[in-house]
């Protein structure tokens, strides 16, 4: 079966980088577009960035633009969110995701496009 799991996550302060990686398996990577999204506490899940399955595309929330940086290795079956700059605000639980490419980008944001998820991986940065 498809699995799609996390890591990276931990306490940081602020200014400070994470390197997230989400692993998927089961799956034809390469013919998968993949996203992080991210859910505060009492907020709903929110798009963070994401790659076509080339990596030929990048596509970023503009709370992250500049600081975060999206990109896959499909001979690895991997995606890496890299994270600069961070700030109190990007507490959160980070998801990673896929999305079958043959579905296009238009809703790429849209979590409720993506067919598979991991279980997250807690991103805490302290002021």
């Known amino acids: 079966q498809v699995q799609v799991v996390e890591s990276g996550g931990g306490l940081v302060q602020a200014g400070d980088s994470l390197r997230l990686s989400c692993v998927a398996s089961g799956l034809t990577f390469s013919t998968y577009n993949m996203g992080w999204f991210r859910q505060a506490p009492e907020k709903e899940r929110a798009f963070v960035a994401a790659?076509?399955?080339?990596?030929?595309?990048?596509y970023y929330a503009d709370s992250v633009k500049g600081r975060f940086t999206i990109s896959r290795d499909n001979a690895k079956n991997t995606v890496y969110l890299q994270m600069n700059s961070l700030k109190p605000e990007d507490t959160a639980l980070y998801y990673c995701?896929?999305?079958?490419?043959?579905?296009?980008?238009?809703?790429?944001?849209?979590?409720?496009?993506?067919?598979?998820w991991g279980q997250g991986t807690q991103v805490t940065v302290s002021s």
């Open positions: 995701a896929a999305y079958y490419r043959l579905l296009g980008v238009v809703l790429i944001t849209d979590p409720d496009r993506y067919a598979y």
């Open positions: 790659i076509t399955w080339s990596g030929g595309n990048t």
